[in-house]
């Protein structure tokens, strides 16, 4: 169910002008309202302050690292959720965000849909228990309950940023073995692309060293 979003203010935090008046127009379509910083310094400095209900924040500032930001908004305001902002080069930063109490992450450019379902998820995030969180010990939770202990493996190697080839060798298989893996883990996982596949790895338990 969605939020009802003229209640909510997100916050916008991302250097790229055109991004960020695009996510901007989207978040304004479904009823949010908007404010945006192009710096994290500027965003840091308000963070007190502010009144939104969630953040989406860019992992590469050119001022501040994305990680460093994430961390110093969770000692600082706590209650703010934080959905990460990556190119397809960065996902392994976005895992290491989420593992460090980031709610979700979305790819550029999102779809409507996309965005509106990770502030959502955002904000049911903030009524759960910790040990609820990304980053968190706990048990196993749909979809990856469907998968086996081997898929398991292959879908931490992969996530890790392991290539196929390597895989196979540290697993002891082929190379066919392992894209049969994949293919078997994203069709149980229901994952459109790899990023959702990560996505959903991490918010569904799954500890990536």
């Avoid at 706590?78 to 593992?99: F, L």
Wanted: hydrophobic fraction near 40%.
């Amino acid at each position: 169910m969605s939020v009802e979003n003229d209640r909510y203010c997100v916050c916008v935090v991302e250097d790229d002008l055109l991004v960020s008046k695009g996510l901007t127009s989207l978040l304004e379509q479904q009823g949010y309202s908007v404010e945006a910083f192009a710096t994290g310094q500027q965003f840091l400095e308000k963070a007190s302050s502010l009144t939104c209900c969630c953040t989406l924040l860019d992992i590469n500032l050119p001022d501040i690292n994305g990680l460093d930001i994430l961390s110093t908004l969770r000692s600082r305001r706590p209650d703010i959720m934080v959905i990460i902002i990556t190119g397809q080069g960065d996902i392994q930063t976005a895992v290491k965000a989420m593992q460090q109490g980031a709610a979700d992450f979305i790819e550029k450019p999102p779809t409507a849909e996309r965005l509106r379902d990770a502030i959502d998820r955002s904000l049911v995030r903030t009524d759960q228990e910790d040990e609820d969180l990304p980053g968190v010990p706990g048990e196993l939770r749909p979809p990856l309950t469907k998968l086996s202990r081997r898929e398991l493996e292959v879908l931490a190697l992969l996530i890790q940023g392991h290539q196929h080839k390597m895989i196979a060798h540290k697993l002891g298989i082929s190379h066919r073995t392992v894209e049969v893996h994949r293919a078997r883990i994203m069709k149980r996982c229901g994952a459109q692309s790899f990023a959702e596949l990560v996505r959903t790895a991490v918010l569904s338990g799954l500890q990536i060293e």
